[in-house]
């Protein structure tokens, strides 16, 4: 299990350009998201499918900030645990 952990966190941590697309991707995401919640609260009319649309959204925002979060740390901490390693 640890060697699977450092396995994924040297291969995460190793290539920054692919982190900060994985940010900017879960932040599109994650607005994408937001928009779909604002449209079922403030277009729709008040029914079972502005529910679903409404869930829908909030899963995909949810979404966004899981990815979001696995690019900053892919760049931040997983960068630094990687550069710390490479030295031993």
Known sequence: MKNAIHKLAMKLGN???SALIKMI???LIFV?????LMVADRVLADS???????LFGLILAGCGVLWTLVGYLSMSVLRIYHMIKNKD
């Open 15 to 17: 290539n920054p350009r």
């Open 25 to 27: 991707q879960g932040g």
């Open 32 to 36: 994408f998201g937001i928009l779909m």
């Open 48 to 54: 079972f499918s502005q529910e679903i649309i409404a």
